[in-house]
């Protein structure tokens, strides 16, 4: 992309391109995380009446506060920690916004934002947007945390705020709870637990959202876009306490969530059982696609979320576009060398065997 020279654009996103993963329409996407399994016609029926309910107050702005919203969510979450309510949950358009809003209230001039990387590839972007100096440090081989460097740096650079991405993205990995404790204990600032992928989780993993009671700077964040198979949606939230909800009420834009928004979110989670039921098959699909890749000889991260990291390959550009040939899409993401598949249903797994066995 180049911007013409005339235009006033802030010089240091002169040389930026506008983030996001290559949409290309072949048979088989698997390249962005999504749930395969849309809504049934039946949560489709509800959301559509809701909209309808909706759209017949749309001279009126929407609940600026998104209480009815925020309560159901806050229900939501009860069910994996106690405590939970309405003023402990904030929501917004993704948790994309939900990031960048913490970032606007949290970071800014003189404030620094850091995490460790390989993750995801959105955190430096909201920096950037809101003018916060941004640290990156590293996690292990095997991409977990390292307790002592993470302390280390986090006392060296003292940041206002620090991603943790649990299952984190690309590589999957889970956080140890320990882990989380060493950062939160350390870090003078806010905590941001992006549970983006949580509901994947293999049985035994903890949530963040059980540190909430002890750690008042803690933000757990979550989505609609990936268990409640709602990404065209665009519904984050987040989970902390309930001054740090009114801190980002400072910074969001008035009616920043549309009523069709909250319509549609409402209805979806009037039926939580029936959009969660798939979750188990995907994490069972998720689990027999790192047996079938490591059967091929490849390496395989542990992954807790709907998406593996697997290589690796000298020329991954070149795999991922003769995957593209064969109908089959999926993400050039991660350290060098790895590619990323998020799990799809049975039968686009078995094309994407097909593809890559033939080419590999
Ligand atoms: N966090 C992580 C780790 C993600 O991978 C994603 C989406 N790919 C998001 C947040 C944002 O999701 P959304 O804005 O759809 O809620």
Not at 38 to 62: E, F, K, M, Q, W
Not at 79 to 105: F, H, K, P, T, Y
Not at 267 to 279: I, K
């Amino acid at each position: 992309m180049s911007v013409p020279g005339w235009l006033p654009l802030r010089e240091e996103l002169r040389d930026e391109e506008p983030y996001g993963a290559p949409q290309i329409d072949v048979p088989v996407r698997l390249n962005t995380n999504e749930n395969p399994y849309g809504p049934s016609a039946a949560v489709a029926d509800d959301i559509a009446a809701s909209v309808r309910a909706a759209a017949l107050d749309l001279n009126r702005y929407p609940d600026r506060e998104a209480l009815a919203l925020r309560e159901v969510l806050a229900g939501y979450l009860s069910r994996e920690a106690a405590g939970i309510d309405a003023s402990r949950v904030w929501a917004a358009n993704g948790s994309n916004e939900v990031m960048q809003q913490i970032l606007q209230a949290f970071g800014g001039p003189g404030r620094t934002a850091l995490s460790f990387a390989p993750t995801y590839s959105m955190y430096p972007e909201y920096a950037r947007n809101t003018h916060t100096r941004w640290v990156a440090g590293q996690r292990r081989e095997d991409f977990g945390l390292d307790t002592a460097t993470a302390v280390a740096l986090i006392e060296a650079e003292r940041p206002d705020v620090v991603f943790l991405t649990s299952p984190n993205n690309p590589t999957g990995t889970a956080l140890d709870p320990a882990h989380a404790r060493a950062v939160l204990e350390a870090a003078p600032g806010i905590v941001v637990v992006d549970e983006a992928y949580a509901e994947f989780r293999r049985s035994g993993t903890p949530s963040a959202l059980e540190l909430l009671a002890e750690f008042p700077r803690l933000i757990v964040t979550r989505t609609m876009s990936k268990a409640f198979a709602l990404a065209g949606a665009r519904l984050g939230y987040l989970a902390a306490a309930p001054a740090v909800v009114d801190a980002l009420r400072i910074v969001r834009l008035p009616y920043h969530l549309s009523s069709v928004t909250q319509a549609t979110a409402e209805a979806a989670l009037r039926h939580t059982g029936e959009l969660l039921a798939q979750v188990d098959a995907l994490r069972a699909e998720r689990d027999r696609t790192a047996e079938r890749l490591r059967s091929l000889g490849l390496d395989v991260a542990d992954s807790d979320a709907n998406f593996i990291l697997f290589g690796t390959f000298e020329d991954r550009h070149g795999l991922w576009q003769a995957l593209v040939d064969r109908g089959v899409l999926i993400r050039e993401t991660g350290p060098l060398g790895w590619l990323r598949v998020s799990i799809g249903t049975p039968e686009e797994m078995d094309t994407f065997f097909a593809a890559l066995q033939e080419v590999m």
